[in-house]
T-cell receptor
C-alpha cells in the first residue's frame, strides 16, 4: 500500500539552528500538508500546499517556517531558527484531492531542540 | 470556528469489554468526519471515516455513525483487544471552515488490560 515517508525519524538540534524535515508524499496525491504534535497535546495544522504554492496556513506557521517542493517527489519543511518550543512531532501528510478527501499521514519526525 | 471535542481519557478497559469514545463537533459547513489512531511509537493512521449524515464508517471492528442532529461521531467497538491500546483522535474536515484541512480533538488514550 502506498505510504507517506518522512526523514529523519528523529533529530536533535541546538536552539537557533536551521532544520529541514523531508517528506515523500504518495505519488498521485496533489495536496500536501504539515501538522505538528507537541508532546501530550493536540495535533495541529501548520500548512497545506497545492499546485506549488501554500493554499492555507495556520497562525503557528510564521516567518520562521517555510515549505518547498524542490523536485517532483519531495516536500520539505524548513524551520529557520529553531526555538525550544519547536520541539514536537512533525507529521507530513498528503491527499489525492482536497476537501473531504482522506489525508494520509507519515510516521512523523521527532524534533528535539536543546 | 470549527472544533472537535472528545471525551477525556485515559480510558482503561479489560479485554473483550465494550468501548465507546464520545466525539462531538462544531462546524460551519458540511464536514467529513474521521477517526485516526496512533499506536505507541507510531504515526497517525486513518481508522475510519464518514462523509455525510447517517453514514457509518467501520474498520477492524470499530464503527462510528455520523449524526448530524446531535453533531456527534462516537467511536464504538463491541469487544476490545490488548492490541487496541492506542490514542484515538476524532477529526473533521470542513470546506466551509477549514478549507479541507483536518481539525483534531485532543485524543483519548485507551489502555486494554488482559
Amino acid at each position: 500500500e502506498p505510504e507517506v515517508t518522512q526523514t529523519p525519524s528523529h533529530q536533535v538540534t541546538q536552539m537557533g539552528q536551521e532544520v529541514i524535515l523531508r517528506c515523500v508524499p504518495i505519488s498521485n496525491h496533489l495536496y500536501f500538508y504539515w501538522y505538528r504534535q507537541i508532546l501530550g497535546q493536540k495535533v495541529e495544522f501548520l500548512v497545506s500546499f497545492y499546485n506549488n504554492e501554500i493554499s492555507e496556513k495556520s497562525e503557528i506557521f510564521d516567518d520562521q517556517f517555510s515549505v518547498e517542493r524542490p523536485d517532483g517527489s519531495n516536500f520539505t519543511l524548513k524551520i529557520r531558527s529553531t526555538k525550544l518550543e519547536d520541539s514536537a512531532m512533525y507529521f507530513c501528510a498528503s491527499s489525492e484531492l482536497g476537501v473531504g478527501n482522506t489525508i494520509y499521514f507519515g510516521e512523523g519526525s521527532w524534533l528535539t531542540v536543546v | 470556528g470549527d472544533s472537535v471535542t472528545q471525551m477525556e481519557g485515559p480510558v482503561t478497559l479489560s479485554e473483550e469489554a465494550f468501548l465507546t469514545i464520545n466525539c462531538t463537533y462544531t462546524a460551519t459547513g458540511y464536514p467529513s468526519l474521521f477517526w485516526y489512531v496512533q499506536y505507541p511509537g507510531e504515526g497517525l493512521q486513518l481508522l475510519l471515516k464518514a462523509t455525510k449524515a447517517d453514514d457509518k464508517g467501520s474498520n477492524k471492528g470499530f464503527e462510528a455513525t455520523y449524526r448530524k442532529e446531535t453533531t456527534s461521531f462516537h467511536l464504538e467497538k463491541g469487544s476490545v483487544q490488548v492490541s487496541d491500546s492506542a490514542v484515538y483522535f476524532c477529526a473533521l474536515s470542513d470546506f466551509g471552515g477549514s478549507q479541507g484541512n483536518l481539525i483534531f480533538g485532543k485524543g483519548t488514550k485507551l489502555s486494554v488490560k488482559p
